[in-house]
T-cell receptor
Framework: DAGVTQSPTHLIKTRGQHVTLRCSPI?????VSWYQQVLGQGPQFIFQ???????GRGNFPDRFSARQFPNYSSELNVNALLLGDSALYLC????????????FGPGTRLLVL | DAKTTQPTSMDCAEGRAANLPCNHS???????VYWYRQIHSQGPQYIIH???NNETNEMASLIITEDRKSSTLILPHATLRDTAVYYC???????????????FGKGTHLIIQP
């Protein structure tokens, strides 16, 4: 079975631009969570979507947003990019919102110049 | 979620058992212990989780102390491909409808020596 997939694998943007990252969960999984991992740190929780609704977010500004589609795939959008947004963006899927294990995709490496 | 404490780094010889400790002294009764690992520049990989009983799967064993304040992840026969950062995470069993984000620390960098 295919695991969590993310696209693109790498991306280079300029400060002030907008970026959209995509995630397809494991088949049958209904919840998607997004994480940001800057170099040298562990992943930081951004937000979680379940049944197409945001269920909560971590300490990230409103420049970060996402949505989940009827097929449970998800997009992460970041507006007005800053240099500090350079990071590995990880998507994790789980069968339901809680009580079930989260499985991570390979990530999208974003570089903001 | 309870905070975890792990050593920054550890070495282990190839073929030997790697024992990775984790302290979670403030864990509450409804919190699980999860272990993930992350090989350089890849997404975290789920290894194992447990509540209070010891657990074993094809990848590793998880030993949780009786008071649940610490645990040890055991890789029985470490190989070079086990070199990675290992994260111990404490997670509530049910978030009550709220977000269920995982809280990662800095983990333990395990280096398997040939």
């Amino acid at each position: 079975d295919a695991g969590v997939t993310q696209s693109p694998t790498h991306l280079i943007k300029t400060r002030g631009q907008h970026v959209t990252l995509r995630c397809s969960p494991i088949s049958g999984h209904k919840s998607v969570s997004w994480y940001q991992q800057v170099l040298g740190q562990g992943p930081q929780f951004i937000f979680q979507y379940y049944e197409k609704e945001e269920r909560g977010r971590g300490n990230f500004p409103d420049r970060f947003s996402a949505r989940q589609f009827p097929n449970y795939s998800s997009e992460l959008n970041v507006n007005a990019l800053l240099l500090g947004d350079s990071a590995l963006y990880l998507c994790a899927s789980s069968f339901v919102q809680s009580r079930t294990t989260q499985y991570f995709g390979p990530g999208t490496r974003l570089l903001v110049l | 979620d309870a905070k975890t404490t792990q050593p920054t780094s550890m070495d282990c010889a190839e073929g030997r058992a790697a024992n990775l400790p984790c302290n979670h002294s403030t864990i509450s009764g409804n919190e699980y212990v999860y272990w993930y690992r992350q090989i350089h520049s890849q997404g975290p990989q789920y290894i194992i989780h447990g509540l209070k009983n010891n657990e074993t799967n094809e990848m590793a064993s998880l030993i949780i102390t009786e008071d649940r304040k610490s645990s040890t992840l055991i890789l029985p026969h470490a190989t070079l491909r086990d070199t990675a950062v290992y994260y111990c995470i404490v997670r509530v069993a049910y978030s009550g409808g709220g977000a269920d984000g995982l809280t990662f620390g800095k983990g333990t960098h395990l280096i398997i020596q040939p």
